[in-house]
């Protein structure tokens, strides 16, 4: 089966300060990997997707992502973080082992202080 | 707004019951998703379907069961609740079955069994 792991359970950061959420992969074949974000109370929300082509990935909110075949990762970015984007981020892979199916990782919260 | 519809938002229940979850995908959207997120389990995948037909199972318990109708709705019926069915029941659609393609999510119907 294919599977994404997130490595850490919650990052901490000031705002104005860079952000990475890290995710790792395991896939056979080409990887499908998307990011989302999980607000309180609220559904997952969509960010952005890798499928081929540029391994700077640009999404939502003013998030980015990096594909690194090498390494098998594909860690989420923003330059400057915001104290609104505090929040649980998901990153996902289509298990095209079983039709296609979502499979998340366990998230990783993210808080942004003041 | 994703554009996917869940009701009800939230539901109480007693152990022993059932209770039915309504998902209305996006307009056009043939597959729907179903999920569970509980504290100590993450966002566990339930279940899949794609223009009526049952394409993906995750670790839906005998106890669950789903169906999507002729008009794309789908619902998810919970029976014989138990105190560990509390969670957060999330329905996704995505437009087609593919593996570039992206799924939004609805709200979520928060379950409480008691």
């Known amino acids: 089966a294919q599977s994404v792991a997130q490595p850490e359970d919650q990052v901490n950061v000031a705002e104005g300060n860079p952000l990475t959420v890290k995710c790792t992969y395991s896939v056979s074949g080409n990887p499908y990997l998307f990011w989302y974000v999980q607000y309180p109370n609220r559904g997952l929300q969509f960010l952005l997707k890798?499928?081929?082509?540029?391994?700077l990935v640009k999404g939502s909110y003013g998030f980015e992502a990096e594909f690194n075949k090498s390494q098998t990762s594909f860690h989420l970015k923003k330059p400057s973080a915001l104290v609104s984007d505090s929040a649980l981020y998901f990153c996902?892979?289509?298990?095209?082992?079983?039709?296609?199916?979502?499979?998340f990782g366990a998230g990783t919260t993210v808080t942004v202080r003041a | 707004d994703s554009g996917v519809t869940q009701t009800p938002k939230h539901l109480i229940t007693a152990t022993g019951q059932r209770v039915t979850l309504r998902c209305s995908p996006r307009s056009g959207d043939l597959s729907v998703y179903w999920y569970q997120q509980s504290l100590d389990q993450g966002l566990q995948f339930l279940i899949q379907y794609y223009n009526g037909e049952e394409r993906a199972k995750g670790n839906i318990l005998e106890r669950f069961s789903a169906q999507q109708f002729p008009d794309l709705h789908s619902e998810l019926n919970l029976s014989s609740l138990e105190l560990g069915d509390s969670a957060l029941y999330f329905c996704?659609?995505?437009?087609?079955?593919?593996?570039?393609?992206?799924?939004?999510f609805g709200q979520g119907t928060r379950l409480t069994v008691v």
């Open positions: 996704a659609s995505s437009a087609l079955l593919g593996m570039n393609t992206e799924a939004f």
């Open positions: 890798y499928i081929t082509g540029d391994n």
């Open positions: 996902a892979v289509r298990d095209v082992t079983n039709d296609y199916k979502l499979s």
